[in-house]
Every structure is written in structure tokens, then in C-alpha cells.
């Protein structure tokens, strides 16, 4: 079993980028799925997490209005647009599912995290 994110890279300050995460080895279609980024020496932080059906989101609170998160349960992938991207935004965004039923933003309760995907954001 295994989630890899993809589509980092480096962008200006209000640009957008749209990271993919894409699962392998079994359905994840019925998972709450959680996106998550860490900055360099601080400690791992939620950004959003989603139903299994796409239909319940949430969000941290820097990222409300700015990211959206979303899913494709055919093609067994999880997505994270985001626009009006800022330098605080800079970290390494990793995927995750979510070991129980309901949504989470404490890391500890997700498994399967993989290897993220890097993204910069210059001012």
C-alpha cells in the first residue's frame, strides 16, 4: 500500500500549483483522505482533509478560501489546488489516510505517508 504526492515545484508568491496523490495497492475510495505539509524545522501541521464520497471538507484555517481539496475515487487519487499561494505556504505536502471513519487534523491519526512533495513559494 503505498501514497504518493506529486506536483510540487516552484512558484511566486500568488501563484497557484495543483498537488496530486495517487494510491496504489488497494482502494482507498471509501477513506477519509488528509493532506498535511511540514516546513523545514517545524513540526508536521493539517491543511485539509475530505470524505470518503468528496462531499465534506475541512480545512485549516490559513488555507480557507485559498485551497481546495478533492478527490477522484475511480482513478483512486486525491487532489490539493492551491492558489494565492505565499511564502508561509513553503513546505513539504504529504497525503495520508485516515485510520478511523471520521476526519482528523492530528497526524497521528493517519497512516501511510509517503514521501510528500516539495513546494516553494517565493516573494
Known amino acids: 500500500v503505498q501514497l504518493q504526492a506529486s506536483g510540487g515545484g516552484l512558484v511566486q508568491a500568488g501563484g497557484s500549483l495543483r498537488l496530486s496523490c495517487a494510491a496504489s495497492?488497494?482502494?482507498?475510495?471509501?477513506?477519509?483522505m488528509g493532506w498535511f505539509r511540514q516546513a523545514p524545522g517545524k513540526e508536521r501541521e493539517f491543511v485539509a482533509h475530505?470524505?470518503?464520497?468528496?462531499?465534506?471538507?475541512y480545512y485549516e484555517d490559513s488555507v480557507v478560501g485559498r485551497f481546495t481539496i478533492s478527490r477522484d475515487n475511480a482513478k483512486n487519487t486525491v487532489y490539493l489546488q492551491m492558489n494565492s499561494l505565499k511564502p508561509e505556504d513553503t513546505a513539504v505536502y504529504y497525503c495520508?489516510?485516515?485510520?478511523?471513519?471520521?476526519?482528523?487534523?492530528?497526524?497521528?491519526?493517519?497512516?501511510?505517508w509517503g514521501q510528500g512533495t516539495l513546494v516553494t513559494v517565493s516573494s
Open positions: 495520508a489516510e485516515a485510520v478511523t471513519i471520521y476526519g482528523s487534523s492530528r497526524p497521528s491519526m493517519y497512516r501511510y
Open positions: 495497492g488497494r482502494t482507498f475510495s471509501n477513506s477519509v
Open positions: 475530505i470524505s470518503w464520497s468528496g462531499g465534506q471538507t
